[in-house]
């Protein structure tokens, strides 16, 4: 056989090959063109290879020049093909991976606490009215919580078993540290405001107040309160009466009557206790009365030029009339079954 002849037929035969390998689906396919074409034992390369003994001894350095050429044509086709079968096996594997039927990995999203909901829509229902939110600090001192709101030295509200007294902080005495305090009511953020603010003044705060009281179905020794504070020249009790109405039935909804029992609070005079009516049942909500003489003096105000009201009304309970809570326990126990229902 002449050497053109050999060449010739090397030349076909890789390009049969790469157009099979190219042209192949799958793997049988790919392994019928492997057997076709570089088969060990009657591959047609192999074929062709035999007849190089056939050829001129001068003309066999360039034909196996050229069966190497041919044989790495032909290997880098099939290489691509087997490149190309796997991937699209590796998609097909992937495929079925996915079913849909399959209930997925549900993601929990946390919420916002009933507590923080409520504080921001009483804040909400607050501002409406043109009252601002200021906030004060929980630990507090002996002015701010009692002096300044007209609460004397022998006063029961001051006593070590109804407060969170802090224990010796910077006294080396060893004896408690009575100066500092968990606040006991917001009325100290009053203080705070006015000691800051020229009148007229139109605040709301809220925030966690403490007192040791035993845990039950209505009392937590941490829990929220809302003071109001409006100081201008002129505020009247029937204006308290009308924004704490208009409060109550922004909250609670239209059916809510208000009503105003006697009482005393050292820092108001005359001083109410506020209940509100709420299907069917008068409800405690807080106190409320016209801001002391004696209180506006020791922020530095004039009595006689200013006046004003303020009020303090509990969160908790206001949260717990809304979404029917019989525990206030509940709002504090962690419990997702509960908290998720807000
Ligand atoms: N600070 C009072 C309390 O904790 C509530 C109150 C606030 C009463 C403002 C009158 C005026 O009970």
Redesign the pocket.
């Known amino acids: 056989m002449e050497l053109e002849e050999f060449i010739k037929q090397l030349d076909a035969l890789a390009e049969q090959a790469e157009a099979a390998f190219q042209s192949c689906q799958g793997a049988e396919s790919f392994e019928a063109a492997r057997v076709e074409f570089v088969g060990a034992r009657s591959g047609q390369f192999k074929l062709i290879q035999k007849q190089l003994g056939q050829l001129d001894r001068d003309a066999k350095p360039a034909a196996g020049k050229k069966l190497n050429e041919s044989k790495a044509r032909i290997q880098a086709a099939m290489e691509a093909a087997q490149l190309r079968l796997d991937e699209t096996g590796n998609q097909q594997t992937l495929g079925p991976m996915l079913d849909a039927t399959l209930p997925g990995i549900r993601q929990h999203l946390g919420r916002v606490h009933p507590i923080t909901q409520t504080i921001e829509h009483l804040k909400d229902i607050m501002g409406k009215l043109g009252f601002a939110v200021v906030e004060g600090p929980e630990v507090e001192d002996i002015w701010h919580n009692f002096v300044a709101?007209n609460i004397p030295e022998d006063h029961p509200a001051r006593d070590s078993l109804d407060n969170f007294y802090l224990g010796s902080t910077g006294n080396t005495s060893g004896a408690p540290d009575t100066e500092r305090l968990l606040r006991?009511?917001?009325?100290t953020v009053?203080i705070r405001v006015m000691e800051n603010t020229k009148p007229p003044v139109r605040i709301i705060s809220l925030g966690r107040?403490y007192r040791p009281d035993e845990a039950d179905a209505t009392h937590f020794p941490m829990f929220h309160?809302m003071?109001?504070?409006w100081i201008d020249t002129d505020v009247t009790m029937a204006q308290l009466k009308s924004v704490l109405r208009m409060f109550a039935t922004a909250y609670l909804g239209e059916d809510v009557s208000i009503r105003f029992r006697p009482?005393f609070?050292p820092?108001?005079e005359p001083?109410?206790e506020c209940d509100f009516l709420w299907n069917g049942n008068w409800i405690e909500f807080?106190?409320?009365?016209m801001?002391d003489p004696n209180v506006l003096q020791s922020v530095g105000y004039d009595p006689e030029l200013v006046n004003g009201?303020?009020?303090?009304?509990g969160v908790e309970r206001l949260c717990m009339r809304r979404h029917c809570v019989e525990d206030i326990r509940d709002l504090y126990r962690n419990d997702l079954r509960f908290l998720h229902q807000f």
Do not use: D, I, R, Y
Not at 286 to 289: E, N, P, T
Not at 309 to 313: P, W
């Open positions: 709101l006991s009511q917001t009325s009053q107040v309160q003071e109001g504070l009482s609070f820092f108001t001083s109410v807080g106190g409320a009365g801001v009201f303020a009020f303090g009304l």
